[in-house]
């Protein structure tokens, strides 16, 4: 991607840093490649990845609907021009009221994984769609979700069954294989275990319509991610081998593959300090102003900066010990690196302004700039 509108817009403006510039082309380019790659499916952004109007305005533009996970992201989908009814509340953990606010909006799209969620869903989104999330064995991504969410594929007939029998619509099922996952036989593992449950709740007499396979495709960032195009390849033989007669309607919700690329931090370099035989760097965004996923050093973002380069540790500009964005990995930057340089963090548009602090050590949240 050459960035080209980003660096005219960063060249005009000079705005200061940090910041993230978000160009919504790219937005647009994503969520009609995957309606291309996966042409039947329904294509639910997940919000969190990033949440700015103008990147809802254009996943909707684009066809898209949303996946979201609180009252605040269903109004920023609402305001954005969203229908209700392209709204998906895909969070497994919501309060009572939570789930009215979402109902009383008109949401009638739910996903749950535990019995005291299907009793509220009953509850205060009566007769709404409900899908159940399990959990799949699935290779582990660089983000993984763990255990957190997701019944037993054993529980999912007794909790769709539960729903039909208090007025909900058991209308689907549901699985994420953790984000960031660059192994595409992951969702081959998901549509197999869904599969054979599609055919025990047949035999059960409830008929869900649809398989939600989540989002988790991954971006290239320092290590390459395959095509999308491999993603649509798996995804498109699994439904073929597990569901040979009729596959059930597709559900995704990518977040950052839709949006990762489509945006640009400019940061600027506060100290360079020799500490031993290390050159440390220090930026004015870290840990807690933008760039949260560098925890465990789990998404290693490429750094755009011209002239020879050395080794360095990179580090954020606040007070805590753990705002060190990459010391046990590779890093390296331009040798004649100075205070007050300017540095590009490439591939930065998800979850990055979503995941900033309100004011840890008086910092404020990472500004963000849409390109239209
Ligand atoms: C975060 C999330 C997603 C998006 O995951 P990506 O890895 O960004 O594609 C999709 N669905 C649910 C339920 C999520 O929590």
Same mark, same amino acid.
């Given at each position: 991607m050459?960035?080209?509108?980003?660096?005219?817009?960063?060249?005009?403006?000079?705005?200061p840093?940090p910041?993230l510039?978000v160009?919504?082309e790219?937005?647009t380019?994503?969520?009609?490649?995957?309606?291309?790659?996966?042409p039947?499916a329904?294509?639910?952004?997940?919000v969190?990845?990033?949440?700015?109007?103008?990147?809802?305005?254009?996943?909707?533009?684009?066809?898209?609907?949303f996946?979201?996970?609180?009252?605040?992201?269903?109004?920023?989908?609402?305001?954005?021009?969203?229908?209700?009814?392209?709204?998906?509340?895909?969070?497994?953990?919501?309060?009572?009221?939570?789930?009215?606010?979402?109902?009383?909006?008109?949401?009638?799209?739910?996903?749950t994984?535990?019995?005291?969620?299907?009793?509220?869903?009953?509850?205060?989104?009566?007769?709404? *769609? %409900?899908?159940v999330?399990?959990?799949?064995?699935a /290779?582990? +991504? @660089?983000?993984?979700?763990?255990?957190?969410? !997701?019944? $037993?594929?054993?529980?999912?007939?007794?909790?769709?069954?539960?729903a039909a029998?208090?007025?909900?619509?058991?209308?689907?099922?549901?699985f994420?294989?953790?984000?960031?996952q660059?192994?595409?036989?992951?969702?081959?593992?998901?549509i197999?275990?869904t599969?054979?449950l599609?055919?025990?709740?047949?035999?059960a007499g409830?008929?869900?319509?649809?398989?939600?396979?989540?989002?988790?495709?991954?971006?290239?960032?320092?290590?390459?991610?395959?095509?999308l195009?491999?993603?649509?390849? *798996? %995804?498109?033989?699994a439904?073929d081998?597990?569901? /040979?007669? +009729? @596959?059930?309607?597709?559900?995704l919700?990518? !977040?950052? $593959?839709?949006?990762a690329?489509?945006?640009?931090?400019?940061?600027?370099?506060v100290?360079?300090?020799?500490r031993?035989?290390?050159?440390?760097?220090?930026?004015?965004?870290?840990?807690?102003?933008?760039?949260?996923?560098?925890?465990?050093?789990?998404?290693?973002?490429?750094?755009?900066?011209?002239?020879?380069?050395?080794?360095?540790v990179l580090?954020?500009?606040?007070?805590?010990g753990?705002?060190?964005?990459?010391?046990h990995?590779?890093?390296?930057?331009?040798?004649?690196?100075?205070?007050?340089?300017?540095?590009?963090?490439?591939?930065?548009?998800?979850?990055?302004?979503s995941?900033?602090?309100?004011s840890?050590n008086?910092?404020?949240?990472?500004?963000?700039?849409?390109?239209?």
């Amino acid at each position: 991607m050459s960035h080209e509108r980003i660096h005219r817009f960063l060249a005009e403006h000079r705005p200061p840093t940090p910041c993230l510039v978000v160009d919504t082309e790219e937005v647009t380019a994503r969520v009609r490649e995957f309606a291309s790659g996966l042409p039947h499916a329904r294509l639910r952004y997940a919000v969190k990845a990033n949440p700015e109007p103008a990147v809802l305005r254009a996943v909707l533009a684009a066809g898209g609907g949303f996946d979201v996970a609180s009252p605040a992201e269903v109004t920023a989908c609402l305001d954005a021009g969203a229908a209700p009814e392209v709204l998906s509340y895909g969070s497994t953990i919501k309060k009572p009221a939570d789930i009215a606010f979402a109902f009383g909006c008109g949401v009638r799209e739910f996903t749950t994984d535990a019995a005291s969620d299907v009793d509220h869903l009953a509850e205060h989104a009566p007769g709404s *769609a %409900v899908s159940v999330r399990v959990l799949v064995d699935a /290779p582990a +991504s @660089a983000t993984p979700f763990g255990r957190k969410f !997701g019944c $037993a594929p054993g529980e999912a007939v007794a909790l769709l069954t539960k729903a039909a029998e208090l007025g909900l619509d058991p209308a689907g099922l549901a699985f994420h294989v953790g984000s960031q996952q660059l192994d595409v036989t992951a969702w081959e593992a998901g549509i197999s275990t869904t599969a054979k449950l599609f055919a025990e709740l047949a035999a059960a007499g409830i008929k869900p319509r649809w398989l939600n396979i989540g989002g988790g495709f991954g971006h290239s960032y320092r290590e390459s991610a395959p095509p999308l195009s491999a993603y649509f390849a *798996a %995804v498109r033989g699994a439904l073929d081998a597990y569901f /040979p007669d +009729s @596959a059930p309607e597709l559900v995704l919700e990518p !977040g950052r $593959a839709i949006v990762a690329g489509a945006g640009l931090i400019r940061t600027e370099v506060v100290l360079v300090a020799w500490r031993g035989e290390h050159r440390w760097v220090y930026l004015d965004i870290g840990r807690y102003n933008g760039l949260a996923e560098t925890e465990n050093e789990a998404i290693h973002y490429r750094l755009d900066a011209a002239g020879e380069r050395g080794p360095v540790v990179l580090a954020g500009p606040t007070c805590d010990g753990d705002d060190v964005l990459y010391q046990h990995t590779p890093c390296e930057l331009p040798l004649a690196l100075a205070p007050g340089d300017r540095l590009d963090i490439l591939d930065a548009g998800a979850y990055t302004a979503s995941y900033s602090s309100v004011s840890f050590n008086g910092i404020e949240p990472l500004r963000t700039y849409c390109l239209d």
